[in-house]
């Protein structure tokens, strides 16, 4: 089995649970009893003071568990993540598309937490924000766990401009530049989002960049941060981001088309450096 670079975390929600592994198995129902077992016996499940914890540990609501997801194997994704900027404090890469951010999935080792840790030496980084794995462009991570909640208090205090780019029919009736605010709920599947009645939780601003005969360049301004904000957004307007296979109708489950990539491109981070006090402005070097 090849181990995780990082531990992932789960706190045990109320139950009627004797033991920790209980716990574990009921949350985490595809994963064995036995591979449960045999992590265990190998250190592979930690408490919040980093110990081990033995199989009949007793169950506590709330407990905090680090545990490392293994795979047997995972199909590489042929392309490369591209760092930006690295100090003591913070990382910004490029990452392409099709890699996810974290573990998720059938994803542990590719993914670009995984790789900067490698590549970088620092078992500290962590995300600051997310995009999803079908996007390509810039994601910051923390890599001072000292200077952390600074960083990560840009995003809910609304004090970092992002900037999205993508390609999507054109809209030639449309008065830009375009708000759109909705109500995003969780969809079926559960892994898709949709709009639905009620007041607006996301809002987005809409440019065009350049237009073309069948598709136009636009310049997206989320405002907020749902899931699937962009696309959905897109979808709605009658102009579903190209490549798009979620919305706005699901496709037929397939392995990924490397040559159809989603057309959308997290291409620019602004903010005022909470550390140091600097302005600071990242653009991705890839394009769509």
């Given at each position: 089995m090849t181990p995780a670079t990082a531990a992932s975390t789960v706190h045990l929600p109320p139950g009627p649970w004797t033991t920790v592994l209980d716990a574990l198995c009921a949350r985490f129902p595809a994963i064995d009893r036995t591979q449960w077992l045999d992590r265990m016996a190998r250190g592979r499940v930690l408490d919040a003071e980093g110990c081990a914890i033995a199989a009949d540990a007793p169950y506590r609501i709330g407990l905090r568990v680090h545990y490392f997801r293994e795979l047997a194997a995972e199909v590489p994704i042929p392309f490369e993540e591209n760092v930006l900027h690295a100090d003591e404090h913070l990382v910004v890469a490029d990452k392409p598309h099709f890699l996810p951010v974290v573990p998720a999935g059938s994803y542990v080792r590719e993914t670009l937490l995984a790789r900067l840790i490698r590549r970088l030496g620092n078992p500290q980084l962590v995300p600051l924000h997310r995009i999803d794995r079908a996007t390509a462009g810039l994601v910051m991570f923390s890599a001072n766990p000292?200077?952390?909640?600074?960083?990560?208090?840009?995003?809910?205090?609304?004090?970092?401009?992002?900037?999205?780019?993508?390609?999507?029919?054109?809209?030639?009736?449309?008065?830009?530049?375009?708000?759109?605010?909705?109500?995003?709920?969780?969809?079926?599947?559960?892994?898709?989002?949709?709009?639905?009645?009620?007041?607006?939780?996301?809002?987005?601003?809409?440019?065009?960049?350049?237009?073309?005969?069948?598709?136009?360049?636009?310049?997206?301004?989320?405002?907020?941060?749902?899931?699937?904000?962009?696309?959905?957004?897109?979808?709605?307007?009658?102009?579903?981001?190209?490549?798009?296979?979620?919305?706005?109708?699901?496709?037929?489950?397939?392995?990924?088309?490397?040559?159809?990539?989603?057309?959308?491109?997290?291409?620019?981070?602004?903010f005022v450096d909470p550390v140091n006090g600097e302005a600071r402005e990242f653009v991705s070097r890839l394009d769509l």
């Open positions: 000292a200077t952390r909640g600074a960083y990560q208090a840009l995003f809910p205090q609304r004090r970092i401009a992002k900037r999205y780019e993508a390609l999507a029919p054109a809209m030639p009736h449309g008065a830009f530049p375009l708000v759109r605010r909705s109500r995003l709920v969780p969809g079926e599947p559960f892994f898709r989002m949709r709009e639905a009645p009620g007041g607006p939780n996301s809002e987005t601003r809409i440019e065009v960049v350049r237009r073309g005969d069948a598709y136009w360049r636009y310049a997206l301004h989320p405002v907020t941060g749902r899931k699937h904000q962009l696309r959905v957004h897109m979808a709605a307007l009658g102009a579903p981001i190209l490549n798009d296979r979620f919305y706005p109708d699901l496709q037929a489950e397939a392995d990924d088309d490397h040559a159809r990539p989603l057309k959308l491109l997290a291409r620019g981070l602004a």
